[in-house]
């Protein structure tokens, strides 16, 4: 994989279902760079709600990430349902997500190749990935693994609470008119409902390698 064109592997899905772990560790296996894209609109959001500013607003939201600066992905709080909350708002706007597309093309652009994780990579940033992996499990699942993921670090939730928010953000994000969450044709689904992380590894290490 070290010659030639790089190697792109799109890892897309619905929150919380394990694509960041699984991204990161194929980048590792396969001597790849990784991008979390989440972390771009999760930036967006954050400085918007941190300026004071309307997140439905689709001008400041497009100013703001044709402004964004790799310092701004080091925000410490962007990691939280805060922040994924803020980051669906802006991820609707076309504005905000035009202005992205160029350096998410440009990271996997470059060799050896990368894995990119998000909800329209292999859609629309990366329609000619060499694999496309649509990484799903029920809300359920979903919201049991975030519950438990937020209680081992010491907070205090309620599965139905984080259940509620699931449901809102895959609809928000299914529903949007510009480049909503969707399977792209070529894609492999892999639902990890059934499997833990070194199970939905193993299998996503198959498919990539059933494409190499
Ligand atoms: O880890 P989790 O799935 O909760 O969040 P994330 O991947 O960091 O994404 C946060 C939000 O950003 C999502 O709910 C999407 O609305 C948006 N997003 C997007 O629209 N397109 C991407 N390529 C990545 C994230």
Request: proline content about 5%.
């Amino acid at each position: 994989m070290a010659s030639g064109k790089p190697f792109v592997i799109a890892i897309d899905g619905p929150a919380a279902a394990g694509k960041g772990t699984l991204a990161e560790r194929l980048a590792a296996h396969y001597g790849l760079a990784y991008l979390d894209t989440g972390l771009l609109y999760r930036a967006i959001g954050r400085l918007m709600a941190d300026r004071g500013f309307d997140l439905d607003d689709p001008v400041i939201a497009g100013q703001i990430a044709e402004a964004l600066d790799p310092e701004d992905l080091t925000h410490p709080g962007l990691r939280g349902r805060e922040a994924g909350e803020f980051a669906s708002r802006v991820a609707v706007h076309p504005s905000v997500r035009s202005a992205l597309v160029a350096f998410q093309r440009g990271f996997a652009g470059r060799a050896p190749g990368a894995v990119l994780d998000g909800r329209d990579i292999g859609t629309v940033i990366c329609p000619d990935a060499d694999v496309k992996i649509f990484v799903t499990a029920s809300p359920e699942v979903r919201a049991r693994r975030r519950t438990d993921e937020l209680a081992a670090k010491g907070r205090d939730v309620d599965y139905e609470r984080i259940l509620a928010e699931v449901r809102e953000r895959d609809a928000r994000d299914s529903g949007r008119a510009t480049a909503p969450l969707k399977a792209a044709d070529d894609a492999v689904i892999l639902d990890t409902s059934a499997l833990d992380r070194e199970g939905a590894f193993r299998a996503a290490v198959a498919i990539v390698d059933a494409r190499r």
